[in-house]
């Protein structure tokens, strides 16, 4: 061939590669070795290109070796690439090991150089290797801690203790998600983003602890409670608390168990399980955990308590938006907007504003659960929460969102039924609560406001389920008579 038809040949060669990995690419196809292909092409344009004659004759073979060198690299490439990472691409097996494409490749190259340098350059590597005993002793010391993590690369390769993907902890410092496993190095990604390397030998010598094994993912902390909870009551807190967190799987279970008694509080230990993740998922899960055991502490009069070294008392100021700002009169006036007690007197008004409960609830966090008993409605003061049903197939489709002034649970107030839908705060919210023990006295002492709420509800579901008249008036007696049943026994 010409000169120029060597270089056209190779510039066509090479600009028809980029077409072919991104081919490969979309049919989600292993990468091909477009690079040492390209690389191959230009040395054979560069050696095709040499003036006969130049370099003499003693030092051609030499300027040969490269160019064979680079297509017998390229040939072993491709023939691993399609033995080895087609078939798994296109499911016929199941891909094999990183670190066997890697040691192939590399048996193969090394064979291919002892070859090449003995027929073009009539070089014997292996018999200068295996006649210089200097050499020997000195390529056997270099290679032992590459061998040894070879070897242990191989070890953690076939042994299946983890692979790509999996989050694990590597003795006690080394926590991330596996990057990738050669024949050199393990790598990781830690929580911050950076690339941890460590060495094969160290990953075996180390105690390894794979997160994702068995399809969940442990978060165990604890957290101190003041020795005025009693421990049953504050497991009990807890656990409420994290089977309402829709993150927390439901088996395994999650577990609470006092761990110590400390200076100034008694500790809980909290074990809890959610789907397989990184450090990210671990850390945000516990943060949001955290947040809304504080939130049911507060709610229940209690607090997370701390060393106090002084010896006067001391209280920690409420903020603006603390539930227990919230007066009496902003409670009626609140209460007097709600469409089941705007026909109170001023005197039932006070006497309900008394006794409900101004609650509020951290973000994400669920203020009731779809299908639990319902003893209590509540009216949203601020904030946002959205209400969710779950479908047939599990799937929980969301289906309003309530703003300051909306009620939520007063048929289970009423009727004592199980909550129909779940309702999760959006923002931080302040509700007030009505329970069935706050409306109880008002119906002892006005008969008429039984039949009034009974009205009123069914009413509001007439317009939420267009009823037809007969239906709304039937669920109205219906209503009515499991009314008198619930509150014949709290009254009397």
Same mark, same amino acid.
């Given at each position: ?197 460590? $060495? ?51 088996? $395994? ?59 006067? $008392? ?89 703003? $300051? ?88």
């Amino acid at each position: 061939m010409s000169l120029p038809q060597v270089w056209l040949t190779a510039v066509v060669l090479i600009t028809l590669l980029l077409p072919l990995q991104h081919l490969a690419r979309r049919l989600t196809l292993p990468d091909l070795p477009v690079r040492l292909a390209a690389a191959a092409l230009l040395a054979w344009a560069l050696v095709s290109s040499l003036p006969q004659g130049l370099p003499p004759d003693p030092y051609r073979p030499w300027v040969l070796i490269a160019d064979k060198l680079l297509f017998s690299y390229l040939g072993i490439r491709l023939l691993i690439w399609l033995v080895l990472e087609l078939p798994p691409a296109l499911g016929w097996q199941r891909p094999p090991p990183q670190i066997l494409v890697q040691l192939l490749m590399l048996a193969g190259s090394s064979l291919a150089t002892v070859i090449v340098l003995r027929e073009l350059a009539r070089f014997d590597v292996v018999g200068l290797v295996t006649t210089s005993a200097v050499l020997t002793a000195v390529l056997g010391l270099a290679a032992q801690e590459p061998l040894k993590d070879l070897l242990a690369g191989l070890e953690l390769q076939f042994d299946d203790v983890f692979k790509v993907g999996d989050f694990i902890q590597v003795g006690d410092h080394h926590l991330g998600m596996v990057v990738s496993v050669d024949w050199h190095d393990t790598c990781l990604r830690d929580v911050s983003g950076s690339l941890v390397v460590i $060495p094969n030998t160290m990953v075996t010598e180390a105690v390894v602890k794979n997160f994702c094994r068995f399809g969940s993912m442990g978060n165990r902390f604890t957290i101190g409670l003041d020795y005025a909870l009693p421990p049953a009551q504050a497991r009990s807190l807890i656990l409420d608390v994290l089977r309402r967190n829709s993150r927390v799987l439901s088996t $395994p279970a999650p577990a609470v168990r006092a761990e110590s008694f400390g200076e100034s509080a008694i500790s809980y230990e909290i074990l809890v399980f959610q789907r397989p993740g990184n450090l990210s998922d671990l850390l945000e899960l516990r943060s949001e955990l955290l947040g809304q055991i504080w939130y049911a502490l507060e709610r229940n009069g209690q607090s997370v308590p701390y060393p106090v070294r002084e010896l006067r $008392p001391r209280r920690t100021p409420l903020d603006s938006n603390h539930p227990t700002r919230l007066e009496t009169g902003e409670r009626m006036a609140l209460l007097r907007h709600n469409p089941l007690f705007g026909a109170l007197s001023e005197e039932e008004l006070t006497s309900l504003a008394h006794q409900a409960r101004c609650l509020r609830f951290s973000p994400g966090e669920a203020v009731v659960r779809e299908g639990d008993p319902g003893q209590s409605l509540y009216q949203l003061v601020s904030g946002r929460v959205e209400v969710r049903k779950q479908q047939k197939g599990g799937e929980v489709l969301s289906v309003a969102q309530l703003n $300051p002034g909306d009620i939520f649970g007063e048929m289970s107030l009423l009727s004592g039924s199980p909550r129909s839908a779940s309702v999760q705060a959006i923002d931080e919210c302040v509700l007030l609560k009505v329970a069935q023990d706050d409306i109880a006295p008002l119906l002892q002492g006005n008969p008429g406001l039984m039949d009034e709420l009974a009205r009123l509800v069914t009413a509001r579901r007439h317009q939420l389920d267009d009823l037809s008249t007969e239906s709304v008036q039937a669920q109205e007696n219906q209503l009515l008579r499991r009314m008198q049943q619930i509150f014949s026994t709290v009254i009397w």
